[in-house]
């Protein structure tokens, strides 16, 4: 017998009889893929019209199956022997010589008679084998979706039957029970400062991956812990934050006049206190609120009016939390022009005002508005003098995506280098921002479109897979979406391109029309010319050109026609 072992949790590894199959023996992705699918199949079988399905579904039965040849051939090839995966009767399996175990398979065993003793040694046991995701490094490849999402419930169940609190926090951070547990926990020890450690840690997690706060029961649990006597009194911060969840909470139940009034009363709080931070988090409840009873560019102008002219050093804080509210006005489907006489309007008031971070706004946003336009030597000098208003200013989040529209400028030019350059800078401070979850989805899209090499083309993909988590911004996601959607159609893998682009279309709803529905027909059209489907490719690229041109950007709308004549010769007989 030989004896097979593979490592799908965390990690993807085959042992032969101990020995471990190099990483190099892998190059070829389908090889690999096949090992992986047999594996998670049930009794490691499955029929060869399955796997055509999964890895060639918009191929012929013929060139599927010469595929799947290849890659069966090039399997048996990297695991050494010949016959150690079988194809009889259309069924592909591993030959009845091979003694076949799994991590998955060990973890399952364990856990489910851990689950069924309910004995917390048990199921701290059964937790240990759980090495990690499944094949994380294949994430967006729709076969392993039931399978991992099955793996990580069980876990999680083996977590939560044994208390495993901290664990199930390191899986999840937005656990509310596990979260509240460690909490009462902390109060019940005494330790006060614990237990609002642990609520700042909820509050963030729920905010950076679910866009949301915590529950009544979450902040009333904080509140206690707030008010517990015999301790020093609690701090306006952390009053403050209180209050920023209850906000939320109005906002999530749709009591947006309720959410408003609160979100106002905060700030003017955090205001008087000198916390720029929580006037930004303030903010945007106010400015979700308005945008949610369709009123959000007023309240946009009626804000940097008030504020431009009364406290300029709290502007950045401010307009950060209209951060995402602006980028999904900009991609609006009237277009830019729609914002720019607001934009010189906005210009005005900040001279007038003699506001430096407002005049550093309004330059970023007219900077945008020429790039669209195409007129790139414009939008450089607005751009330049931007960065410059806001350095002067320590506006973070500002120069982060000045210095992301400069790097665009550059790519447009077909500078990488300079992109590249430019990239690194804006990292930086965006890591440093309470908002580096938006600003880094921004950046890494830049990364992948300047990668240079396909090994860091790949790399930038990864790197932006992982920040794309659950509650990932849907504005700031798009422009990672797309171009990692083009960056592997163009690298010739194809199978984790529909869903990427499904899921953008599903987000590009959100604006009925704008930019991003063009970029979406540009990006399909991508995928159609690498299918050979130059028909449907010529159309995508006309609709995407038309679209484009309807919004007044020319450079995008000449890239699109670019495409289509390069797809015309593919037509002919």
């Keep these: ?30 090889a690999a893929a096949i090992i992986k699918l047999l594996a998670v199949s049930p009794q490691h079988r499955i029929h060869r019209e399955q796997i055509m399905e999964a890895f060639w579904p918009d191929q012929d039965v013929e060139l599927a199956g010469a595929n799947l040849r290849k890659a069966i051939h090039f399997a048996r090839r990297a695991m050494g022997a010949h016959d150690l995966i079988t194809v009889s009767k259309e069924i592909v399996a591993f030959a009845d010589e091979v003694e076949l175990e799994t991590d998955v398979e ?4 364990a856990a489910k008679q851990a689950l069924r003793s309910g004995d917390p040694a048990e199921c701290e046991a059964a937790a240990d084998l759980y090495g990690g995701v499944l094949l994380p490094d294949d994430r967006f490849l729709e076969w392993l979706d039931a399978p991992r999402e099955q793996l990580q419930r069980l876990y999680a169940s083996v977590l939560r039957t044994g208390r495993l ?13 596990a979260q509240r547990a ?30 949301v706060g915590p529950s009544k029961a979450s902040i009333e649990l904080y509140e206690r812990a707030l008010s517990l006597s015999g301790v020093e009194p609690a701090s306006p911060a952390e009053r403050i934050r209180a209050s920023i969840a209850w906000a939320l909470v109005h906002l999530q139940s749709g009591e947006f006049d309720k959410a408003a009034e609160l979100a106002r009363e905060t700030r003017a709080q955090a205001f008087d206190g000198g916390l720029a931070r929580e006037v930004g988090e303030a903010g945007a409840i106010l400015g979700l609120t308005a945008h949610m009873q369709g009123r959000w560019p007023q309240l946009f102008r009626s804000e940097f009016t008030e504020w431009v002219r009364s406290r300029d050093d709290f502007v950045p804080s401010v307009f950060d939390g209209h951060l995402c509210l602006a980028e999904f006005c900009l991609c609006d489907a009237k277009g830019h022009a729609a914002i720019a006489a607001s934009a010189q309007e906005l210009m005005c008031v900040a001279e007038d005002a003699d506001s430096i971070a407002g005049r550093a ?11 669209c336009a195409g007129d790139l030597d414009e939008a450089e000098k607005h751009l330049t003098e931007a960065e410059r208003l806001h350095v002067g200013a320590n506006a973070l989040s500002g120069r982060v995506l000045v210095l992301e529209r400069l790097a665009e400028i550059a790519l447009a030019r077909g500078q990488k280098w300079q992109a590249g350059r430019l990239i690194q800078r804006a990292l930086a401070d965006a890591t440093q921002s309470w908002l580096s979850n938006h600003l880094l989805l921004r950046l890494q899209a830049l990364a992948v479109r300047a990668a240079t090499t396909p090994e860091k083309v790949e790399e930038a993909i990864l790197t932006g897979d992982r920040l794309l988590t659950p509650g990932a911004c849907q504005p700031c996601s798009m422009a990672l979406r797309i171009a990692s959607a083009v960056a592997l159609t163009q690298a010739g893998q194809l199978e984790q391109v529909d869903r990427r682009l499904n899921e953008a279309e599903r987000i590009a709803g959100m604006w009925q029309g704008g930019p991003w529905a ?46 289509m004549a390069d797809a015309m010769p593919g037509l002919a007989p």
């Design 106 to 109: 060990r973890f399952e065993a």
């Design 1 to 30: 017998m030989v004896q097979l072992f593979i490592h799908l949790l965390g990690r993807f590894v085959v042992r032969i009889d101990g020995e471990e199959v190099p990483a190099i023996a892998w190059k070829r992705d389908r």
């Design 361 to 371: 706004l309004a330059g970023l946003i007219l900077g945008e508005i020429a790039r």
């Design 165 to 177: 609190w901290r664990r199930l926090i390191a899986l999840d951070p937005t656990d509310e029970e």
């Design 518 to 563: 063009a970029a979406l027909w540009e990006a399909r059209g991508v995928q159609r010319r690498a299918q050979s489907n130059n028909v449907r490719a010529l159309a995508a690229f006309a609709e995407a050109a038309a679209r484009y041109g309807d919004l007044g950007r020319p450079r995008d709308q000449a890239r699109c026609l670019g495409r």
């Design 182 to 211: 460690l909490m009462q926990a902390a109060l019940d020890a005494g330790n006060r400062g614990e237990a609002i450690r642990q609520f700042d840690q909820l509050r963030e997690r729920l905010h950076a991956e679910l866009g």
